[in-house]
């Protein structure tokens, strides 16, 4: 369990004067979680996650995993971290540089080559293997990156804008590798700007902004109140008919309504009766997100 209690961080400059990059954050993560993180620039996202590693400290409150520390716990256990931003020595070959960073991880020397060869393998970087790091593309590097920080089954995994740079086979990939990487006794943080990327894969998300949690949003389709909103509807067949079964529904392209509804009942009532008389509904997805209303009216409530 990883445990925010009453976290903040100042910074000072050397003149003295103060800014606030986190405050008042309180949040408790369970085991067998994925968190996601999202927040405009500047919202203390990076400062957050800088205190769970073990980075910084709070100026205020206090960081705890399994009841430890946070940097008791990282110096102890260890967590599997992608950077935003990685930095690798551009002369190293890529297989080169996952064999130091197991080593310096105290992946047992025994070990190192079947991990290494095993993660080069998942990542799809067997063609890539021996280019050095200046030679690779952004999202090979990526992938690198992400290589990296699971070279240990750490029972924490934290990554930074995982999806940065990756195509969108690669960006499917990456969903079914935290679709596996997910056990009941694991914790896994992905802190993105892509809010589609954790409307898929984060149980829970957290808003930031101004450095301060804005709102805990559940990504499930479950809580009545998230599932009011607008939906688009594209039609095979039967485009004369939505109107009548969604009165207030706007035409927003070749074959396609916005039915704007209060409840999920609402929604599936007016799909029955278009059904029923006959249409063909191709699709119903629903305009923005959960996710992504949520941040809006989270992050509009503080601008």
């Known amino acids: ?10 910074y000072k400059s050397l003149l003295g004067s103060a800014v606030k990059a986190v405050e008042e954050f309180s949040l408790v993560i369970a085991e067998g979680e994925v968190l996601g993180i999202a927040g405009p620039n500047g919202a203390g996202k990076s400062t957050l996650i800088a205190m769970l590693l073990g980075y910084l400290r709070p100026t205020t409150g206090t960081v705890d995993i399994d009841g430890m520390p946070a940097r008791a716990y990282v110096e102890a256990h260890g967590i599997g971290y992608l ?35 095993g993660l080069i393998e998942r990542l799809g970087l067997g063609e890539h293997r021996k280019k050095k790091i200046k030679a690779l593309s952004k999202g090979n590097l990526q992938r690198l990156g992400l290589a990296q920080a699971l070279l ?29 990487l997910r056990r009941p006794d694991r914790i896994i943080l992905i802190a993105s700007h892509n809010l589609d990327e954790l409307q898929r894969l984060a149980d829970r998300v957290v808003i930031m902004d101004r450095g301060r ?7 499930g389709y479950d809580e009545a109140p998230q599932s009011a909103g607008t939906y688009r509807l594209s039609m095979a067949s039967g485009h004369d008919l939505v109107v009548e079964c969604f009165p207030g529904a ?50 509009g409530e503080t601008r």
Do not use: C
């Not at 209690?5 to 100042?10: D, E, Q, S, Y």
């Not at 916005?258 to 119903?284: F, K, Q, W, Y």
């Open 1 to 10: 369990m990883i445990e925010f209690r009453n976290v903040g961080k100042t």
């Open 83 to 117: 950077s935003e931003l990685i930095g690798i020595n551009p002369k190293w070959r890529a297989d080169t540089a996952l064999v130091r960073y197991a080593t310096l991880a105290g992946v047992p020397e025994a070990d190192l080559a079947r991990t290494v060869d």
């Open 152 to 180: 240990r089954e750490e029972k924490i995994l934290v990554l930074d804008e995982p999806t940065h740079g990756l195509d969108p086979l690669w960006t499917q990939k990456f969903r079914d590798i935290v679709g596996e």
């Open 213 to 219: 949690l804005q709102r805990v949003v559940s990504t």
């Open 250 to 299: 706007i035409a927003a392209g070749r074959g396609e309504f916005d039915v704007t509804i209060s409840e999920l009942a609402e929604l599936n009532r007016g799909l029955a009766e278009l059904i029923g008389r006959g249409a063909l509904v191709a699709s119903v997805v629903p305009a923005r997100s959960v996710l992504e209303q949520q941040f809006r009216e989270a992050v």
